[in-house]
């Protein structure tokens, strides 16, 4: 019992962690490609406006780096504490990841400064705007690197083990492994998208409460546009990722689609509910759908969660989070279409101020796709935490002081989430655009 209940808060804390730090590393990955891309725009266009909105973004944005760095040195250090089986054997094969991503921080952090402190400082703005790029770099390489390992989890390759001794070590094999490029590609995607809307929400809070300057309304077009190109990014990187779910982890899709009956032609299943007997009820049919999306073929076969070891199937309850996942990302790609769209038809154009309450609520329910995302993510993948090769309950700890760390944590994240809101606050409440606006460029 003793080492069921430190399996259990050992999860519970690499959940309190991970959930809280993702918001931070969400952040810090698609915001230095707004960034970019606003100065770039300012200097197209020699519009102090978006230069402004560059200026504003990057002082937010260091805060929120310094307190991603302090939940992913906590990652780094529970993953030995917490995990220390599974990092006695993985931690080999997954160094060289782990190591690339502590350089990629470097890199962008090397280049923030120097972007941060070196305005107004070169005759022709687009030197400064070129230091954004290793910044956007940098950053990218970062989510690329760690989720290489998290993909490693899924589909890990690289090795040979024989108990538990591990062999034949190839870091690289390992890195790009089955499950690498579907991941990477909706991990890079749902950021950039998630942090347009968020920046697009806080700037229709704004407008809503009475700055509708050119400033607030160039900030939402650009922001705006930005989701709806990101949008139509993530749901070509949700496609993928089935398509690579029906291939290698078919009980985590199968899980999340609650199809348990292999058959051709599975249809979709959106929604529902579940009883005790094993019957969905009050779902969303979509005939066929589900071996297209699989296959590409409406006719596919789709297998079954009855061909699955029943002590080997995900918790089914993972398919609540693939319908939050869908169901904010369709309602973010449509708002952002709908906004654009406005925006392009003069008769229309007065539509967009009905937006501006939908755009306010897209950026926490991003935030919140982000994390139902990774909770089907991650709790798709039980009871594996290296898949084929090692449970979950075989890699945790067997220590009895995990509950006290799960206290101090959670106090430690506490005060990390109110000092960074009250910094953020009052970074920009005492200094507000119009007036910075006028001071730099008047």
């Not at 969905?280 to 076969?301: C, G, H, Q, W, Y």
């Not at 919140?368 to 449970?391: H, N, S, T």
Request: hydrophobic share 50%; net charge neutral; with cysteine.
């Amino acid at each position: 019992m003793a080492e069921l209940d430190s399996v259990i808060l050992s999860r519970m804390l690499t959940t309190l962690t991970l959930a809280f730090h993702i918001i931070f590393a969400t952040i810090g990955v698609g915001v230095p490609v707004l960034i970019s891309i606003a100065e770039w725009m300012g200097i197209r266009k020699n519009d102090p406006h978006y230069i402004l909105l560059a200026r504003r973004w990057t002082r937010g944005f260091v805060v929120t780096v310094a307190v991603g760095v302090v939940t992913g040195t906590c990652i780094g250090l529970q993953l030995s504490l917490l995990w220390p089986s599974f990092m006695e054997i993985a931690g080999q094969v997954i160094a060289l990841p782990l190591f690339m991503e502590t350089f990629a921080f470097f890199f962008e952090a090397i280049f923030l400064g120097i972007y941060l402190y070196t305005w107004d400082r070169f005759k022709k703005p687009i030197y400064h705007w070129l230091i954004s790029i290793p910044i956007m770099i940098g950053s990218s390489m970062s989510a690329v690197f760690i989720t290489t390992v998290n993909a490693f989890m899924n589909t890990p390759q690289g090795f040979t083990l024989k108990g538990r001794t591990i062999t034949g070590i190839d870091p690289i094999a390992a890195m790009f492994n089955p499950a690498a490029p579907s991941k990477v590609f909706h991990v890079l995607m749902s950021s950039y998208m998630t942090s347009a809307f968020v920046l697009a929400a806080i700037t229709a809070f704004m407008i809503i409460k009475g700055r509708r300057t050119d400033y607030h309304r160039k900030a939402l077009q650009v922001t705006m546009v930005s989701a709806l190109v990101f949008s139509l990014g993530t749901a070509l990187a949700g496609d993928l990722s089935a398509k690579f779910l029906a291939e290698h982890q078919p009980e985590k899709l199968a899980a999340g689609e609650w199809h348990f009956e292999t058959e051709a032609g599975a249809d979709l299943i959106l929604y529902g509910t579940l009883n005790e007997k094993g019957e969905i009820t009050n779902e969303i049919r979509v005939p066929k759908m589900l071996s297209f999306l699989s296959f590409s073929d409406f006719n596919a076969e789709v297998t079954g969660l009855n061909e699955i070891e029943e002590d080997l199937r995900p918790p089914l309850w993972i398919h609540y989070m693939f319908d939050v996942m869908v169901t904010i990302g369709m309602f973010g790609l449509g708002l952002s279409m709908l906004f654009v769209l406005f925006g392009k038809i003069k008769r229309l154009n007065g539509f967009q101020s009905r937006l501006l309450w939908p755009i306010v609520a897209a950026g926490p329910l991003s935030m919140i796709a982000i994390e139902a995302g990774w909770i089907f993510a991650e709790v798709g993948r039980q009871p594996w935490i290296l898949r084929g090769y090692m449970k979950v309950a075989e890699g945790a700890t067997t220590s009895d002081h995990v509950g006290l760390m799960f206290v101090l944590f959670f106090g430690l994240y506490t005060l990390l989430g109110t000092l960074c809101i009250i910094v953020l606050k009052r970074m920009f409440k005492e200094n507000p655009a119009e007036a910075e606006l006028e001071y730099r460029f008047k």
